[in-house]
T-cell receptor, first 110, second 116 residues
Framework: QKEVEQDPGPLSVPEGAIVSLNCTYSNSAFQYFMWYRQYSRKGPELLMYTYSSGNKEDGRFTAQVDKSSKYISLFIRDSQPSDSATYLCAMSAGGNQFYFGTGTSLTVIP | GAVVSQHPSWVICKSGTSVKIECRSLDFQATTMFWYRQFPKQSLMLMATSNEGSKATYEQGVEKDKFLINHASLTLSTLTVTSAHPEDSSFYIC????????????FGPGTRLLVL
């Protein structure tokens, strides 16, 4: 079993839709959770960083962590064509070991 | 926010030559830097982890003599692809850890390497 599972998609939504991206994990020691956005031919960009459980909101983006279910989500409200990218989840128990999902490809259609 | 730069952004070289890629943390000190490789439409593949002033730790299957990593200061790490061959053509991305401030990584923009 992989440490982190992420549906690769592709996911295609109309502009203005709410997007839900998810990852599951198996290691209950993970405490630090991240979402990255990667445009084609670019390095990943940190979108959200969350410690432990709970929600975090930043503009149109909301990150949720449910440690009891080992499940994290990223919600994008009022999606825009510029949100079209690959979204990577990542997590860590601390230290220098990070575990990445394989990424979900999202296309927002104008 | 924390900014990581990479240079060059793309490079084309002849087979057999060596190529050096620089990774810099511009506004923070990075005790740990990571080097990744990414093929088209695939996820990140960790190559090695380097801590300032010590030898890099390479992932299984990554040739340390082929991919030389030096982390000489808290803001600079370099990856040298020695005797490059066409199969080394890829997208190389570095990242820097912002610990202990945050348990996360900030990525550079990547370097596209094409070996002819």
């Amino acid at each position: 079993q992989k440490e982190v599972e992420q549906d690769p998609g592709p996911l295609s939504v109309p502009e203005g839709a709410i997007v839900s991206l998810n990852c599951t994990y198996s290691n209950s020691a993970f405490q630090y959770f991240m979402w990255y956005r990667q445009y084609s031919r670019k390095g990943p960009e940190l979108l959200m960083y969350t410690y432990s459980s709970g929600n975090k909101e930043d503009g149109r983006f909301t990150a949720q962590v449910d440690k009891s279910s080992k499940y994290i989500s990223l919600f994008i409200r009022d999606s825009q064509p510029s949100d079209s990218a690959t979204y990577l989840c990542a997590m860590s128990a601390g230290g220098n070991q990070f575990y990445f999902g394989t990424g979900t490809s999202l296309t927002v259609i104008p | 926010g924390a900014v990581v730069s990479q240079h060059p952004s793309w490079v084309i070289c002849k087979s057999g030559t060596s190529v050096k890629i620089e990774c810099r943390s511009l506004d923070f000190q990075a005790t740990t830097m990571f080097w990744y490789r990414q093929f088209p439409k695939q996820s990140l593949m960790l190559m090695a982890t380097s801590n300032e002033g010590s030898k890099a730790t390479y992932e299984q299957g990554v040739e340390k003599d082929k991919f030389l990593i030096n982390h000489a200061s808290l803001t600079l790490s370099t990856l040298t692809v020695t005797s490059a061959h066409p199969e080394d053509s890829s997208f190389y991305i570095c990242s820097a850890s912002h610990r202990p401030y945050q348990e996360t990584q900030y990525f550079g923009p990547g370097t596209r390497l094409l070996v002819l």
